[in-house]
């Protein structure tokens, strides 16, 4: 009977997959996917000119692959049949991660709220790196917690590789490192006996080996293709984003003589971009409520487009192949205006951390509002939104008084459940921490399944805890 109801639920998942897969229209040419497109293009030998350095490079490469070996023409539908498959075996992970804490009933909630997510299908048929980033997120996890149970090397060893790819199919990702090594060294404490300092090093340098060899061979494959050994460009400032340094720019800065022609350039972008009337999307809940900060977190990417060509023209860069040497030239400004501009900084951390909030998608596109999940009611669209933001404030803040309150009763948590609660958290903390700004509730979509899962927890926790009253 086990055996059949697992059949019976991949058959299902397998077939509803499929639906997506064929039913939705794919759209290759909204937000990142055309730079992607084009970036495999170049892969595959094209007389592509322009750089994408700045990028990150798997979901690229995997494009590329697909190019060469059935063809462009085939291309979107293909990447849709791959992201709903992915799908599906990441609805199957999560499934195997939730059930250390939660029952079969319950875990099965939390997987059909992350499969049926307006969120999960929308990524499904966008060319854009999400699912990919989000598969190989659950993936990591789920082998993390093998490792806990078993303490394999091989295991840590395996962990170290997907991580290394997970990063290269998202470089946000890359702060993660930190939260599998203190998963890691938690671990290791609670297993029994205390572990000597240099078992406890072996084990983090087995994880950490093969990340060190993966990436630095990219950094090579970089250096010889475009001059540059790194992973990616900082944009000029290696622990705040670009966007949010430029959206604090007022023009009452004492900027230096030396950054005065870079910051009149950008000040005369923003103040194009105060002047621009934003054009609201159908079913967007800025109808309802229009917070400042909104416009604000948004700013900083549309600042910087409309100011590209002549900060090209001022350094002499060919603005196809800008990247790194804009970012280079870029830092002693970046810095100035990080230095002046503290304050507003600092709200901008808050406005990335309230943005995390939302939903992770738009759902709807501009110019494409009466295809696949926009032919939707409004009201329902809304709706959703509106949910979302509900489940991303409960389960945050229930997450915190759990924390709270082991810590404050000395109490030890388990090794699995604290991992998902890390890597949960993990988003938000790097969105606040290094002000990502208008990508923050876009770039924490791949922990959304582990926060169906904690949502269902807590939710069930708080349920039974008011019956019992």
């Known amino acids: 009977m086990k055996k059949q109801w697992k059949i019976v639920l991949f058959i299902s998942g397998l077939f ?27 892969l595959t030998g094209d007389e592509v000119a322009h750089s994408y350095v700045h990028r990150s490079p798997l979901y690229a490469f995997l494009l590329a692959l697909i ?3 059935i063809g462009f023409e085939s291309l979107p539908r293909i990447v849709v049949i791959m992201q709903n498959m ?8 999560l499934f195997n991660i939730v059930k250390h804490f939660l029952t079969k009933q319950l875990s099965l909630i939390a997987v059909l709220l992350f499969f049926f997510s307006f969120s999960t299908i929308f990524y499904g048929y966008m060319v854009l790196t999400e699912i990919l980033t989000m598969f190989l997120f659950l993936l990591s996890i789920w082998i993390l917690l093998k490792w806990i149970n078993v303490k394999s090397n091989n295991l840590l060893f395996l962990l170290g590789i997907l991580t290394s790819l997970l990063i290269l199919t998202r470089f946000n990702t890359l702060p993660l490192i930190a939260a599998f090594l203190f998963i890691i060294v938690y671990s290791l404490f609670l297993a029994g006996s205390s572990p000597s300092f240099y078992s406890v090093l072996g084990k983090a340098f087995m994880f ?4 060190v060899i993966v990436l630095n061979i990219f950094a090579f494959y970089n250096y010889r293709t475009n001059d540059f050994y790194g992973l990616f460009p900082t944009g000029g400032s290696a622990l705040i984003s670009r966007n949010a340094v430029l959206a604090t720019i007022d023009g009452t800065e ?15 972008a923003a103040n194009k971009h105060k002047s621009k009337v934003n054009i609201e999307k159908k079913a967007s809940l800025l109808k309802l409520w229009k917070p400042d900060f909104i416009k604000k977190v948004y700013s900083g990417f549309q600042i910087y487009g409309s100011a590209l060509p002549a900060l090209c023209s001022f350094y002499g860069i060919n603005p196809e192949a800008s990247e790194p040497l804009l970012s280079e030239n870029l830092k002693p400004f970046y810095k100035e205006i990080a230095s002046l501009n503290r304050d507003r900084i600092f709200m901008m951390r808050i406005y990335s951390l309230l943005n995390s909030f939302r939903s992770s998608s738009g ?6 509002e009466n295809i696949n999940l926009g032919l939707l009611p409004a009201w329902l669209l809304m709706a959703y939104k509106s949910a979302m933001i509900f489940i991303s404030l409960f389960t945050f803040i229930a997450v915190l008084l759990y924390l709270g309150y082991r810590i404050i009763k000395f109490k030890i948590i388990d090794p699995a459940f604290l991992t998902i609660i890390v890597f949960y958290l993990s988003f938000y903390l790097i969105n606040f921490y290094f002000v990502i700004a208008g990508d923050s509730n876009r770039y924490k979509f791949p922990s959304e399944p582990l926060m169906f899962g904690l949502f ?10 008011v019956e019992k009253r």
Request: proline letters at 4%; glycine letters at 6%.
């Open 16 to 42: 509803i997959s499929l639906i997506f897969a064929f039913s939705f229209t794919p759209v290759s040419n909204q937000g990142d996917g055309s730079a992607y497109i084009n970036y495999a293009k170049k």
């Open 67 to 69: 190019m060469k070996t």
């Open 86 to 93: 992915l799908i599906l075996g990441a609805s199957i992970i």
């Open 208 to 211: 950490l080996l093969p990340l």
């Open 254 to 268: 004492p900027v230096s003589d030396e950054n005065k022609a870079v910051y009149n350039i950008f000040l005369e």
């Open 363 to 368: 759902i709807t596109m501009a110019g494409k």
């Open 456 to 465: 269902v927890y807590f939710l069930t926790d708080f349920i039974r805890r």
